[in-house]
């Protein structure tokens, strides 16, 4: 048997695997672990966050796979099948034309040959994170774990490695929990453009390599053309992913798993989270351990995600942010976010009960470029010195203080204009002390007004004041409308300064 037609038997068993859980499903049933979750939003209720996670605040993301081998940033295996966009253009000037050579092509180019996922995770370790999270899948359809769904995986193809499993056993070594996340719930209308063709030019009607049957493991079957939308709308896909994940789920029992969208599927999703949520219970003894997250409101279903945003006030329920340094893949020229920014976010979000989970840009060889060094150096400077306020901690009764001239803006996902100055106050709080924080060097005396004598905020009176990660005496007096922090002569090498105050018992 050739290998185009095992292939074919291949996905002829996939299919006939897929329509008996379909049938499954139409009945309300997917082959989960059986246990105290159920996949409805009453059972899904039942869910409290696992302590590590809220103690963690900040974790890095390795957001990292072929799509970063042309050095043009994110999207890319799908921006190269749009005649019109930049990255077509590119595709056509150094690779070829999309009917000859796609993004299957890419995927080989993929080495990986400088990627050494244990000293880099020593390096996340140094720069404060406590927990590591793998992409599992992109939109690309293309998976990084060992997985028996189909051929298009680092395992049997580009790098030849399990990367999730390599990752996980670095994480592991260094003490930090580990997590994946899984973005291919919109690959299937995502990847339709493949199907598609030039609309002028020579090439013009020559259908793209994803309209080849032979790829269709790859870039899915052609969608209906109603079938739209960020998540598709066509059940068999949708147990295509339900399968695909838990494969994920039950081969490396992450801690954590990511979606890029929200709750995928309706009672599909509520499924594999139940499942998620039911095997760690059996593994555990009961405990519960694990965190689900996607950019859905949950109502404590699961953790929130805030794409590349912060919220504007304290939540109730723990939250996360996800962000990158960067571009999402590696782009030649890009601009990176300073280490100072990145303090500043973390210390905003944790203030409001959540997470920063940051991806670090790699290369497409696998390793980091120097300043980015530079930048993880500069976070771990602070998380070193002022870590005692950031994890572990829980929201104080508010989150902090804006400058009072800021006009009110609403905070939403990606938007990172933030523009934080010497009179953003933010607070945090651990075992009966008070954490403040300053969000840029102060031009002079630091107020802050919600611990002002006649604050109905403090309980009991101020009885000592330092400053993190510094053995220079405070100077401070209270009065009725705030407490002032005298400016120190000397300052630490960075921007945002931290305090700890003790209260009278």
Known sequence: MNETCMIRFSLLLIAI??????????????????????????????????????????????????????????????????ENNSAYKYHVEHYGHPSEFGYKDIIPLWKA?????????????????????????????????DSKIHRWNAVKMGPHKDVVGLWQKAAQAQGLKFGVSEHLGASYTWFQDSHKSDTSGPKAGIPYDGANPEYSDLYHSPATPDDKGWLTNNLVFQIEWFSSIKELIDNYYPDLLYSDSGMPFEDVGRSLIAHYYNQDLARSGGKGSVVYTCKQYSGG??????????????????????????????????????????????????????????????????????????????IGTWTSANGEGIYGTRPW????????????????????????????????????IL????????????????????????DHQIASVSMLGSNIKIKWSQGKDGMIIRKPARLPSWNVLGFKIEFKK
């Open 113 to 145: 040959e400088k990627w050494d996922p244990d000293r880099l995770m020593a390096l996340y370790k140094k720069a404060g994170a406590k927990y590591f999270v793998s992409m599992g899948s992109h939109h690309d359809n293309f998976f990084l774990w």
């Open 301 to 378: 279903k699961w953790v929130e995600d805030v794409e590349r945003g912060v919220k504007d006030s304290l939540s109730k329920y723990p939250w996360q942010t996800d962000t990158s340094i960067g571009d999402w893949y590696y782009r030649t020229g890009q601009k990176y976010k300073s280490a100072n920014e990145v303090i500043q976010m973390l210390v905003d979000i944790v203030s409001k009960n959540g997470n920063l989970l940051l991806n670090v840009v790699q290369t497409p060889e696998g390793d980091l470029e120097p300043d980015m060094l530079q930048i993880l150096e500069g």
């Open 17 to 82: 695997f897929l329509l008996s859980s379909l049938t499954s499903a139409q009945k309300g049933k997917l082959p989960i672990t059986d246990g105290q979750y159920k996949p409805t939003d009453e059972s899904l209720r039942q869910y409290q966050v696992p302590d590590w996670f809220r103690d963690a605040k900040f974790g890095i993301w390795s957001h990292w796979g072929p799509q970063a081998v042309p050095r043009q940033g994110d999207w890319y295996a799908r921006r190269m099948y749009q």
């Open 435 to 458: 954490y403040v924080f300053c969000l840029d060097v102060p031009e002079g005396d630091i107020t802050i007004r919600s611990l002002g004598k006649n604050s109905t905020l403090i």
């Open 397 to 432: 009764k508010i989150f902090g203080e804006k400058p009072v001239e800021e006009s009110e803006t609403k905070r939403a996902r990606f938007d990172e204009n933030y523009k934080f100055t010497s009179k953003d106050i933010r607070f945090t709080s651990k075992e009966g």
